[in-house]
């Protein structure tokens, strides 16, 4: 198969060692395959003039209130970031240079424009994998605070997070620790990815929603979840052999499946396309 550039540039990225991956050019491969004529460097300048405003802003002492002060009031006082609230499930949330033009974003993206920033300044901090909402926190362990990008830079402390999670799923919801682990790079490009498969799938843009499918396949290759899906894709629009590939590898992944019988008889009917 012959990948298009932006695949290609996507692929090499994520293949590097975890904690070599580049998390803002992978999301801007990500808007490229969207974009094709998408120019990185343009955004980076984007970036890199946000993280000198915030620069100009900083204390003498780095306290991390101050800083995260100072990022918040260049990004929603000067800038006007928000989060999408009135389209949320517009597919330009999902896509960075969308964001860094329009202001706008989910969870996942505005909190990558924050952490951006905060690499470029020198203040490290890393994604919270929250379930329902994602957040950002310093990556000093002790410091006990959590950012909300989508939020205007909302800070959280535990149990605002498991009032927020109460919140989000219409009920009491206990905290558990793992909740507010880091995520990877991995980990996090392939929920921007989910993201944007599931509005693909609600508009029935089911091309599209393979490519995200085969994006999160580079990421993590055995995922048998990914490979169901992508089959039945494949299958709506009868793209008969590679329907057949991934519902077999599927059953390879997960031959106990609760859905055996219904993706074997999906098999069966293949045979004969």
């Known amino acids: 198969m012959v990948l298009v550039p ?3 540039w996507f692929q090499t990225l994520v293949q590097k060692p975890e904690a070599m991956i580049d998390l803002t050019a992978a999301a801007l491969a990500i808007a ?15 970036l890199e003039t946000l993280a000198a405003e915030v620069r100009s ?11 995260i002060e100072a990022i918040n009031h260049v990004l929603y006082t000067e800038h006007q970031f928000q989060g999408n609230t009135d389209q949320y499930y517009d597919p330009r949330n999902s896509f960075l240079n969308d964001v860094l033009d329009r202001h706008l974003g989910i969870p996942i993206t505005l909190a ?32 006990g605070i959590f950012v909300d990008a989508f ?16 919140q989000i799923y219409q009920r009491p919801i206990t905290l558990q620790t793992h909740f507010l682990e880091p995520v990877t790079a991995k980990l996090f490009l392939a929920r921007m990815l989910n993201n944007l498969k599931h509005i693909y799938l609600n508009q029935s843009e089911f091309t599209k929603g393979i490519a995200c499918c085969d994006r999160i396949l580079l990421l993590f290759p055995d995922h048998p979840l990914e490979h169901r899906t992508r089959g039945l894709l494949h299958y709506e629009l009868q793209h008969w052999p590679a329907a057949r590939h991934d519902l077999q590898q599927y059953l390879h992944l997960t031959p106990n499946a609760q859905d055996t019988l219904m993706i074997q008889r999906l098999l069966l009917e293949l045979t004969t396309r």
Do not use: W
Request: glycine share 6%; charged share 25%.
């Open 112 to 143: 990558l424009v924050y952490l951006d920033i905060s690499q470029r300044i020198d203040f490290p901090m890393v994604g919270i994998g929250m379930p329902g909402h994602f957040l950002i926190r310093p990556e000093f362990e002790a410091v």
């Open 151 to 166: 939020n205007r830079g909302e800070i959280l402390f535990e149990q605002d997070c498991e009032a927020l999670l109460s």
């Open 32 to 46: 490229q395959e969207e974009y094709p004529n998408l120019d990185p460097a343009h955004c980076h300048e984007q």
């Open 57 to 67: 802003r900083l204390p003498a002492t780095p306290y991390p209130l101050k800083v």
């Open 6 to 8: 932006a695949r290609q």
